[in-house]
């Protein structure tokens, strides 16, 4: 559905994707696996709807259903450290600056599929601030749609799954996030056909206040 403007959520953690969500690195996403496409004989177009959300690992199992794991990880690595040198492009989602100032001292966490080194450099050239609780793709076993990074991040700050409100802009993500037991905000073009239980064309219309007992009143719209 599309957020109203008096549409009110409360939780008591927000837990923030990083691509998509707070960082627009389509430009390098698309670059990067396009070539990985074009190396593996793949439909980009088909490939790119894959690979949003996921580790990319993940996403070249789905994508090379034959092909053993463990070349899925060393090729991982590969383009791991592509779109880690690689920042041309990358900025902020609109309105992420604004709405990560307005979390501090609020119980929130970034969950990301990047790893540390890649989440550490997108997050630097959009200009915006790592949160101090961090989700990546060092801290889990399963990458997203399966729902342990929202999971350890509830847990890491002592909340109740049901309490915590994702923001979220891919498939993977939200589905994640739903089978996490937790409301999902979709942000951006993406989202709003997966389900979230609202959606918001990005970060500019988000308002966030504290509450008395820990509860952080959500504005979207």
Not at 115 to 125: K, N
């Amino acid at each position: 559905m599309t957020a109203h403007p008096t549409t009110v959520l409360t939780a008591r953690a927000l837990l923030l994707d990083m691509d998509g969500t707070l960082v627009n690195s389509d430009a390098v996403v698309e670059r990067c696996w396009r070539r990985w496409a074009d190396g593996h004989g793949l439909d980009f177009d088909e490939v790119i709807k894959i690979v949003h959300g996921r580790q990319g690992y993940a996403s070249m199992a789905l994508l090379l259903p034959d092909r053993p794991m463990e070349e899925n990880y060393a090729d991982n690595a590969r383009v791991l450290a592509e779109e880690t040198a690689d920042v041309e492009g990358v900025v902020e989602i609109a309105g992420a600056g604004d709405f990560l100032a307005s979390l501090a001292g609020l119980a929130h966490a970034l969950v990301t599929s990047a790893d540390v080194a890649l989440s550490t450099a997108r997050m630097a050239a959009a200009g915006l601030p790592l949160p101090p609780v961090r989700i990546t793709a060092e801290s889990v076993g399963a990458s997203k749609p399966d729902p342990e990074g929202f999971l350890k991040a509830a847990a890491e700050l002592g909340v109740d799954p049901a309490d915590c409100l994702v923001f979220e802009d891919s498939e993977a993500g939200i589905l994640a996030g739903r089978s996490a037991g937790m409301r999902v905000v979709g942000v951006g073009p993406r989202a709003a056909q997966y389900g979230p239980t609202v959606h918001v064309a990005d970060l500019s219309g988000v308002r966030v206040e504290g509450g008395a007992d820990r509860v952080v009143r959500v504005r979207v719209g």
